[in-house]
Nanobody, 119 residues
């Protein structure tokens, strides 16, 4: 079955960096686009970044452009989110998701990893 397991979250001071990882299993990873989303308390889950199946194209939310970078290693079935210049407003639970092949829907999600940025 499809499994996505995020790791790498934690507590960091504003201006710091974190690297999130999402280990995938149960499907042909290199065939699927992947994305990162985040959900702050009391808010909806928001798009952060996505990457195509071979890693040749990326998209970012305006709020993270220039600070975050999504990448993937298809040999390791893992997608990453490098987060630099973190701000308190980046505090959220971060989720990775698998993007369906034929539409923009994310049908599978990990359990999430907490990122807390202190001011």
């Amino acid at each position: 079955q499809v499994q996505l397991v995020e790791s790498g979250g934690g507590l960091v001071q504003a201006g710091g960096s974190l690297r999130l990882s999402c280990a995938a299993s149960g499907f042909p990873f290199s065939n699927y686009g992947m994305g990162w989303f985040r959900q702050a308390p009391g808010k909806e889950r928001d798009f952060v970044a996505r990457i195509t199946s071979r890693g040749g194209f990326t998209v970012y939310a305006d709020s993270v452009k220039g600070r975050f970078a999504i990448s993937r290693d298809n040999a390791k079935n893992t997608v990453y989110l490098q987060m630099n210049s973190l701000k308190p407003e980046d505090t959220a639970v971060y989720y990775c998701g698998r993007r369906d092949m034929n539409n923009a829907v994310y049908s599978y999600w990990g359990q999430g990893t907490q990122v807390t940025v202190s001011s």
